[in-house]
């Protein structure tokens, strides 16, 4: 079992023994409390107040420390769970960080495939308005060009060349009208493009804020791990700060280098390794 596995027994075994006592407590607490004002009490022989015996007293004490310490399991309850999935966040560091990575590389690999599917719907989308745009432009131009023939023809008599222009018009009507029935179509094609278009351009957004979001997460998860690597750094620095201490001390000296030592740590409840910790763990170690 390694030494984080341990702390993480030990911890639960700590929380169910706490939990065990509350409920004990939770039960015994009102049982307390009733033998304690079903006991008999004495009257003041000078004021004739009426006054608790010791054994009322006593009585109410123990039930006064039992709520006392009922009211702070919660809150110890609590402190453990967070020191629990600290450790827990610990030891799942590396698949964390595994999970993460994968979960970024196929976000990634689906924000590339939609990239290149809304390039190719942009791509047809802008040759389909060019093309509408282009044939209404050639209709426009081929009645523009019939109607001037026919204008020329009327001003120069000319009853043939009015008569071929005439002809040329009503193709060109006829063009025209053949291209309005296909942009009609070209528009529907074009409207529903532009739909699957933003639909894909959202679904990108998503992906790569997805891609984005793991990358995050598993930068956070490196984070928490090199956390833990500096608090067992932290340990190892109090455990040889400790010995340096009791040596010092042996030798008359009064650890005057340490006196302003202040190393963070990031565990919950942990706090910082000072000259105060150093000390205690000294004398621990001269009286074991």
Same mark, same amino acid.
């Not at 709520?67 to 702070?72: K, P, T």
């Not at 610990?90 to 999970?99: C, F, P, Q």
């Not at 990239?115 to 081929?142: C, F, P, S, V, W």
């Not at 019939?146 to 009503?170: C, F, G, M, V």
């Given at each position: 079992?390694?030494?984080?596995?341990?702390?993480?027994?030990?911890?639960?075994?700590?929380?169910a023994a706490l939990v065990a006592e509350q409920e004990e407590l939770a039960v015994r607490v009102p049982q307390l409390q009733a033998e304690w004002r079903a006991m008999p009490t004495d009257f003041s022989p000078l004021t004739g107040a009426k006054i608790g015996t010791p054994e009322s007293r006593e009585a109410m004490e123990q039930a006064s420390k039992a709520e006392?310490?009922?009211?702070?399991?919660?809150?110890?309850?609590?402190?453990?769970?967070?020191?629990?999935?600290?450790?827990?966040?610990?030891?799942?560091?590396?698949?964390?960080?595994?999970?993460?990575?994968? #979960? =970024? +590389?196929? %976000?990634? &690999?689906? !924000?590339?495939?939609? $990239?290149?599917?809304? @390039? *190719?719907?942009?791509? /047809?989308?802008?040759?389909?308005?060019? #093309? =509408? +745009?282009? %044939?209404? &432009?050639? !209709?426009?131009?081929? $009645?523009?060009?019939? @109607? *001037?023939?026919?204008? /020329?023809?009327?001003?120069?008599?000319?009853?043939?060349?009015?008569?071929?222009?005439? !002809?040329?018009?009503?193709?060109?009507?006829? @063009?025209?009208?053949?291209?309005?029935?296909?942009?009609?179509?070209?528009?529907?094609?074009?409207?529903?493009?532009?739909?699957?278009?933003?639909?894909?351009?959202?679904?990108?957004?998503?992906?790569?804020?997805?891609?984005?979001?793991?990358?995050?997460?598993?930068?956070?998860?490196?984070?928490?791990?090199?956390?833990?690597?500096?608090?067992?750094?932290?340990?190892?620095?109090?455990?040889?700060?400790?010995?340096?201490?009791?040596?010092?001390?042996?030798?008359?000296?009064?650890?005057?280098?340490?006196?302003?030592?202040?190393?963070?740590?990031?565990?919950?409840?942990?706090?910082?390794?000072?000259?105060?910790?150093?000390?205690?763990?000294?004398?621990?170690?001269?009286?074991?």
């Amino acid at each position: 079992m390694t030494d984080l596995q341990q702390q993480l027994s030990d911890l639960h075994q700590q929380r169910a023994a706490l939990v065990a006592e509350q409920e004990e407590l939770a039960v015994r607490v009102p049982q307390l409390q009733a033998e304690w004002r079903a006991m008999p009490t004495d009257f003041s022989p000078l004021t004739g107040a009426k006054i608790g015996t010791p054994e009322s007293r006593e009585a109410m004490e123990q039930a006064s420390k039992a709520e006392s310490r009922l009211r702070s399991l919660p809150g110890a309850i609590q402190r453990i769970d967070q020191q629990i999935a600290h450790l827990e966040r610990l030891a799942a560091t590396d698949e964390d960080i595994a999970r993460h990575e994968t #979960e =970024a +590389k196929t %976000a990634l &690999e689906r !924000a590339a495939l939609l $990239e290149r599917q809304h @390039a *190719q719907l942009q791509g /047809r989308l802008t040759a389909l308005r060019a #093309e =509408a +745009k282009q %044939a209404q &432009e050639a !209709a426009r131009q081929g $009645e523009q060009e019939a @109607a *001037q023939a026919i204008a /020329r023809a009327a001003a120069s008599s000319d009853a043939k060349a009015e008569k071929t222009a005439q !002809a040329k018009l009503s193709q060109a009507i006829e @063009a025209a009208r053949l291209v309005g029935e296909k942009d009609r179509t070209s528009q529907i094609v074009i409207k529903a493009l532009e739909q699957e278009t933003a639909t894909l351009a959202e679904q990108l957004s998503e992906a790569r804020q997805q891609a984005a979001d793991a990358h995050k997460a598993a930068l956070q998860a490196e984070l928490h791990g090199l956390r833990g690597q500096w608090d067992a750094a932290a340990d190892d620095l109090a455990a040889l700060g400790a010995r340096l201490v009791a040596l010092d001390r042996q030798l008359g000296g009064w650890n005057a280098g340490l006196s302003k030592l202040s190393v963070p740590r990031y565990a919950p409840l942990a706090g910082s390794v000072g000259l105060d910790e150093l000390v205690r763990h000294a004398r621990e170690d001269e009286a074991a």
